[in-house]
């Protein structure tokens, strides 16, 4: 049923602004013309507006406010990131969500998707926050054949696929503040929170999450976050569809996915470099023991961030706050 509805949105992604007559779709996706028109029924109910031309056929002219799982794979070019979307209205974690479907062995490249996160993490139980309908927030679960150790590369990537898509989408250059946060005009637009599933030196599954601010306006922001965040819509003046720059995340996760696959963590740390802005600068470092003070001077072949401070002593971060 829902492998037909997939392969209905398929159809329509391939056929662009063109038509498809009910019995060209009925061959597409091999069922009958009286299964297509009930899909088709099903999708307007959903909020899908259609339209129908007599000897044509169908197009969908716009797809629904709400994001839904129909709406992000229209138009999805990805092979495995994001083909199976586990989409909620309102969850406390996507993060919870995952961990329970990596720990079923869903297949790898799974998303949880929800519209709104009543608690969701940051790093060390900090709260995210995730007010509906405004933001992506989402979970994604891979399962790369790398040790433990390599697990923070896959942060870093992340960052890079996200600064990628809000290129594309808004034109914006966002920058990369170690490890996990994406910046524009230093204020917080992304947040990325790795956490694993894993047996002895075994990864079983890497779940990513990933927090944007989309559309929110200053306002909607808790007080104490309107100075230190930001939204694409604030931004870039003008709202940005939802599904569109999930989209375009998987699409740029999924290419630096295969590419860190074969090639190792080098290509990745060249284009996160290029993304970053500690790097080069005087900062100070709050990891759980201690205050790190002095110079960033890159991350290693592992992704891990190299600090010299005052004394000329060279101190290797695993996981810390950045201070710029
Ligand atoms: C992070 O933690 O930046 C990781 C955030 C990951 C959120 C995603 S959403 C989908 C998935 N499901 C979850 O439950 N979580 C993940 P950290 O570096 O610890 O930063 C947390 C801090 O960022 C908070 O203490 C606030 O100061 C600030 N913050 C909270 N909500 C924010 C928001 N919406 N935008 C910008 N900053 C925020």
């Known amino acids: 049923q829902s492998e037909l509805r997939?392969?209905?949105?398929?159809?329509?992604?391939?056929?662009?602004?063109?038509?498809?007559?009910?019995?060209?779709?009925?061959?597409?996706?091999?069922?009958?013309?009286?299964?297509?028109?009930?899909?088709?029924?099903?999708?307007?109910?959903?909020?899908?507006?259609?339209?129908?031309?007599?000897?044509?056929?169908?197009?969908?002219?716009?797809?629904?406010?709400?994001?839904?799982?129909?709406?992000?794979?229209?138009?999805?070019t990805t092979c495995f990131i994001g083909k199976n979307i586990?989409?909620?209205?309102?969850?406390?974690?996507?993060?919870?969500?995952?961990?329970?479907?990596?720990?079923?062995?869903?297949?790898?490249?799974?998303?949880?998707?929800?519209?709104?996160?009543?608690?969701?993490?940051?790093?060390?139980?900090?709260?995210?926050?995730?007010?509906?309908?405004?933001?992506?927030?989402?979970?994604?679960?891979?399962?790369?054949?790398?040790?433990?150790?390599?697990?923070p590369q896959l942060t870093l990537l992340t960052a890079v696929a996200i600064v990628q898509a809000i290129e594309e989408i808004t034109g914006i250059t966002a920058e990369i503040k170690w490890p996990n946060d994406v910046l524009i005009q230093g204020r917080k637009i992304t947040g990325i929170l790795t956490e694993l599933q894993a047996e002895a030196d075994r990864i079983h599954s890497i779940i990513i999450g990933i927090g944007i601010n989309v559309?929110?306006?200053?306002?909607?922001?808790?007080?104490?976050?309107?100075?230190?965040?930001?939204?694409?819509?604030?931004?870039?003046?003008?709202?940005?569809?939802?599904?569109?720059?999930?989209?375009?995340?998987?699409?740029?996760?999924?290419?630096?996915?295969?590419?860190?696959?074969?090639?190792g963590f080098f290509p990745i740390k060249l284009l996160w470099e290029s993304y970053a802005i500690s790097i080069g600068k005087i900062l100070k470092a709050r990891t759980l023991t201690e205050v790190i003070e002095g110079k960033a001077l890159g991350i290693t072949e592992e992704g891990v961030l190299k600090i010299e401070d005052a004394s000329g002593t060279i101190h290797h971060v695993y996981s810390a706050d950045i201070e710029l």
């Not at 909607?220 to 989209?247: C, N, Y």
């Open 6 to 76: 997939k392969q209905l949105l398929d159809a329509f992604t391939n056929a662009g602004e063109s038509y498809l007559s009910g019995q060209r779709l009925a061959e597409l996706v091999g069922c009958s013309r009286t299964a297509v028109w009930k899909h088709i029924e099903e999708l307007r109910k959903e909020g899908f507006e259609l339209e129908a031309v007599r000897k044509k056929g169908y197009r969908i002219v716009k797809t629904p406010e709400k994001l839904t799982a129909d709406e992000i794979m229209l138009g999805l």
């Open 86 to 151: 586990h989409y909620e209205e309102s969850v406390e974690s996507t993060q919870k969500i995952a961990h329970q479907l990596a720990a079923k062995n869903v297949p790898e490249g799974t998303v949880v998707i929800a519209d709104e996160q009543r608690s969701g993490r940051g790093r060390m139980n900090r709260n995210w926050h995730s007010p509906k309908y405004t933001g992506i927030w989402m979970s994604l679960i891979l399962r790369p054949n790398i040790p433990l150790s390599k697990a």
């Open 215 to 263: 559309n929110q306006k200053k306002e909607d922001f808790p007080r104490e976050l309107q100075e230190k965040a930001s939204s694409l819509l604030i931004e870039k003046g003008t709202p940005v569809s939802r599904a569109e720059m999930i989209r375009s995340i998987f699409k740029h996760f999924e290419k630096l996915y295969l590419l860190y696959l074969d090639k």
